[in-house]
């Protein structure tokens, strides 16, 4: 699946430039306007990393970063401050805040792509590997196949998918609305109720011979895979 970056920047122009050479690369992207905005969308669909402008309205990139690590869904989203500022004072200022890089402007898309990918390596290592993992789940991207505790597990398309998002953020919990825009799509328009039909049938597969149910349901919330069992 494709990384999903959010950018938060209030010049259009920058916006257009970074969508542009983002997706060329393959990334996810979503756009937020200013700070108050860049909360909800990370609240409502976490991004795999932020691209942050310093200077925003409503709020600051400085204020929108110290309040994403205050949340425990998005304390290790990765973050990368984008701005004009270029003094040390500055730099620190950003880093302290809870940035995990700072690209000043004007800045090379291929440099900053550089950066995220490093980011995204160290964030989420599953995006650079083959292999998924959890508890006794083997996931083989290359080669298309699912094992649990050494047994293969026959899976249509589509538990394939959703396994595999469960698989990237284990512990996360995903309410059908989410679940629905990263495995079957945002332009695609399925009933969130369908969630609940291929999550039933993921179980049945996973859990066959009476194995340990890893997959949690979250009433009022959605789904999780625990690696620990529920």
Same mark, same amino acid.
């Given at each position: 699946?494709?990384?999903?970056?959010?950018?938060?920047?209030?010049?259009?122009? %920058?916006?257009?430039?970074?969508?542009?050479?983002?997706?060329?690369?393959?990334?996810? %992207?979503?756009?937020?306007?200013?700070? /108050?905005?860049?909360?909800?969308?990370?609240?409502?669909?976490?991004?795999?990393?932020?691209?942050?402008?310093?200077?925003?309205?409503?709020?600051?990139?400085?204020?929108?970063?110290?309040?994403?690590?205050?949340?425990?869904?998005?304390?290790?989203?990765?973050?990368?401050?984008?701005?004009?500022?270029?003094?040390?004072?500055?730099?620190? /200022?950003?880093?302290?805040?809870?940035?995990?890089?700072?690209?000043?402007?004007?800045?090379?898309?291929?440099?900053?792509?550089?950066?995220?990918?490093?980011?995204?390596?160290?964030? /989420?290592? %599953?995006?650079?590997?083959?292999?998924?993992?959890?508890?006794?789940?083997?996931?083989?991207?290359?080669?298309?196949?699912?094992?649990?505790?050494?047994?293969?597990?026959?899976?249509?398309?589509?538990?394939?998918?959703?396994?595999?998002h469960l698989l990237e953020y284990p512990g996360r919990v995903f309410s059908r609305e989410q679940l629905l825009d990263a495995v079957?799509?945002?332009d695609v328009y399925v009933e969130p109720r369908t969630v609940d039909v291929h999550?039933?049938?993921?179980?049945?597969?996973?859990?066959?011979?009476?194995?340990?149910?890893?997959?949690?349901?979250?009433?009022?919330?959605?789904?999780?895979?625990?690696?620990?069992?529920?």
């Open positions: 699946m494709k990384p999903r970056i959010l950018i938060v920047e209030d010049e259009t122009a %920058v916006v257009t430039l970074l969508r542009y050479n983002l997706e060329r690369e393959g990334f996810e %992207v979503d756009a937020a306007l200013d700070g /108050r905005e860049a909360l909800i969308a990370v609240d409502e669909n976490p991004p795999d990393l932020v691209l942050l402008d310093w200077m925003l309205p409503e709020m600051s990139g400085i204020e929108v970063c110290r309040q994403l690590r205050r949340k425990p869904a998005s304390k290790s989203i990765p973050v990368i401050m984008l701005t004009a500022r270029g003094e040390e004072y500055d730099t620190v /200022r950003g880093l302290d805040a809870g940035a995990d890089d700072y690209v000043t402007k004007p800045f090379s898309p291929a440099e900053l792509v550089a950066r995220m990918h490093a980011l995204l390596r160290r964030s /989420r290592p %599953v995006l650079a590997d083959e292999k998924l993992l959890a508890a006794d789940i083997s996931m083989d991207l290359a080669s298309h196949r699912v094992h649990r505790s050494g047994d293969e597990i026959k899976l249509g398309p589509t538990e394939f998918r959703l396994l595999r079957w799509g945002r999550i039933r049938r993921l179980r049945k597969a996973l859990n066959d011979g009476g194995r340990v149910d890893l997959i949690r349901t979250v009433r009022s919330a959605g789904y999780a895979l625990e690696p620990e069992g529920t």
